[in-house]
Structure formats: C-alpha cells, structure tokens
C-alpha cells in the first residue's frame, strides 16, 4: 500500500524558510510513471499546487509561478523522500501543505492527484 | 494562473442529481483533457473521483460522473446521500507545466 508520510514544523517566523519531508513507502520518488507535488491549502487562497518533480533520464522541476522566486522542492532518492523549501515566508504563507503523487501512465502526461499526505498545518508567525 | 471558477454553493434533495461546474480558459479546461475532481471531507485531505475529464479510479462510486464543453467541466452526483455533503474541487492542468483548482463547492443535501 503506497504512503505519504509529512513531517515538519508547524510554526514558522516570518522571513524564514518553511522546511517539509514527505516520506514515501509502496513507491519509488525515481519512478517513470508517477510525479511528486506539493500544494497547499488555506481559507483565503484555496487549494494552490506550488509545483512539482519526476524523475524520466534525470530530474524535472515545475513550479507556480506565485512561488516561483522562493521555491525549492528536492527528491531525496537514498531516503525515498522529497521536501520542500519556501523562503521568505510570510503570514500570507500560512496554510496546510500537503504532498500528493500524480499518476503519469506510460505514454501520456501525468493525470491526476491520486495519492495525498495527510496535510501538515504551517502557521507563519512571530 | 487565476483560479477555476466553481459555484460556492449547490444543494439538493437525497436521490436526486446535481450538477456542480467549473469554468476556465482556453489556457487550462478548454486546452487539455485533464481535468480532475476532488471530494475533501473536513479536516482531511482531498480525495481523488474524477480524472481525465470522466473516468473514476477504482473504488469510486458510479454515481459519480464527469464531463466537459469548451471552457467548461462538470461533476454529475446522482442519487444524492447525506455522506455527499463536503466540499468539492476541480482541478486542471494548464499551460506553462502548472495545474490550477478552482475555488471549491460546498454541496448541501437537503
């Protein structure tokens, strides 16, 4: 049964860098058939996917352009991991995070979120 | 990329059908037959019910149906249950490598 395990803390200041891990078991962050996001949630913003890596012959990144600037999502192949950097965050940052795979069929683009964590509350605050 | 444009708010009677839509440009819905549907329960993390426009993973119920016209997509609920009363989400991908939601719906069973 494939997991996502998130962890991380659930305070931060403002002007510094939000710092999650999603643990990953029954799948592979490498594999060819599948896409490893991040998007978040809050009242005030909705549901906002932040971006995106997969691994086909060597590593992709894609990200929002609203984070673009202060984003950095990295795959950790030795733990089968990936995380996520935001920095410079501020109050507006505040939201649930979640990582979430994406089912990318041989042959075709990646489809849908079929797989999400189970969602870590970020407060952004002094 | 702005967000998909979902109703706030749809209601219906236990065994009816509503319809919840989800309007977007010819830059995300209109351009790619990728858009995607979410159930999320308070609290938890959405749920995946729709993909591709109208397919249903495995597990899904058959009450539950897509389509799309143009710049819009559409999520179907037949026989409606009290357990339908959450909140729903489109999603689509869209130009520029980026995937966008929509604003959510909150569905009422009356």
């Known amino acids: 049964q494939v997991q996502l395990q998130q962890s991380g803390p659930g305070l931060v200041k403002p002007s510094q860098t939000l710092s999650l891990t999603c643990a990953i078991s029954?799948?592979?962050?490498?594999?060819?058939?599948?896409?490893w996001n991040w998007i978040r949630q809050s009242p005030s913003r909705g549901l906002e996917w932040l971006g995106r890596?997969?691994?086909?012959?060597?590593?992709?990144?894609d990200y929002a352009v609203s984070v673009k600037s202060r984003i950095i999502i990295n795959p950790d192949t030795s733990k089968n991991q990936l995380s996520l950097h935001l920095n410079s965050v501020t109050p507006e940052d505040t939201a649930v995070y979640y990582c979430?795979?994406?089912?990318?069929?041989?042959?075709?683009?990646?489809?849908?979120?079929?797989?999400w964590g189970q969602g870590t509350m970020v407060t952004v605050s002094s | 990329q702005s967000a998909l444009t979902q109703p706030a708010s749809v209601s219906g009677s236990p065994g009816q059908s509503i319809n919840i839509s989800c309007t977007g440009t010819?830059?995300?819905?209109?351009?790619?037959?990728?858009v995607s549907w979410y159930q999320q329960n308070p609290g938890k993390a959405p749920k995946l019910m729709i993909y591709?426009?109208?397919k249903r993973p495995s597990g899904v119920s058959n009450r539950f149906s897509g389509s799309k016209s143009g710049n819009t997509a559409s999520l179907t609920i037949s026989g409606l249950q009290a357990e339908d009363e959450v909140d729903y989400y489109c999603?689509?991908?869209?130009?520029?490598?980026?995937?966008?939601f929509g604003g959510g719906t909150k569905l009422s069973v009356l």
């Open positions: 890596t997969y691994y086909r012959s060597k590593w992709h990144f």
């Open positions: 979430a795979r994406a089912g990318c069929p041989q042959g075709s683009g990646c489809s849908a979120f079929d797989l």
């Open positions: 029954g799948d592979s962050v490498s594999s060819d058939s599948a896409a």
């Open positions: 010819s830059s995300d819905v209109g351009s790619y037959n990728l």
């Open positions: 591709e426009g109208s």
């Open positions: 999603c689509s991908y869209a130009s520029g490598r980026t995937w966008v």
